[in-house]
């Protein structure tokens, strides 16, 4: 094990800093490779997982509002719309932040997508208690319509 090895273990910020020194030293052969690709490696599942969790809270609310908005009372309407809206907006946000903060994650957006909707559509469900089979099997929002500040699903689907 070498002394960068050992610092990865034993103080993790000091290990950091000093790797970031050797990089900008162009001192390659010193660096503590095994730990430093997991690192790298780490940070991109992190983004991941927050693109995966901002979508998730995004399409399960626009799914709300498009599924169960127009069966609600005008009380919970007024209630449900605020609360739902803000959600919205914050997690449209946050994501665009990200996009800007790490921009190859626009590369894999798409299948992040696709991944995390059967859990949008199962966190609707539960939230809502309209079954499954209310929601689309596939994920029918554009990634334009996701961050689009201005869509908000105002299809009826009750005959209403």
């Not at 800093?17 to 690192?39: C, M, S, Y």
């Not at 908005?69 to 919205?88: A, C, G, H, P």
């Not at 089979?133 to 990634?143: D, E, G, K, N, V």
């Amino acid at each position: 094990m070498t002394e960068l090895s050992t610092l990865y273990e034993t103080d993790y910020s000091a290990w950091t800093l000093q790797t970031a020194e050797l990089i900008r030293a162009g001192r390659f052969a010193e660096l503590d490779i095994e730990h430093l690709l997991v690192e790298l490696s780490d940070l991109s599942k992190s983004d991941r997982r927050e693109l995966y969790n901002r979508l998730l809270i995004l399409i399960a609310h626009l799914l709300k509002w498009e599924y169960q908005y127009q069966i609600l009372s005008e009380r919970w309407r007024e209630f449900k719309s605020d609360s739902w809206q803000r959600t919205i907006i914050e997690q449209r946000k946050r994501i665009v932040v990200l996009f800007r903060q790490s921009p190859g994650l626009k590369v894999i957006v798409d299948e992040v997508i696709a991944e995390v909707y059967p859990d949008a559509v199962d966190l609707a469900s539960d939230e809502t208690r309209l079954p499954i089979m209310t929601f689309p099997t596939t994920c029918s929002y554009t990634l334009e319509q996701l961050l689009d500040k201005t869509f908000y699903p105002h299809i009826n689907h009750f005959g209403e």
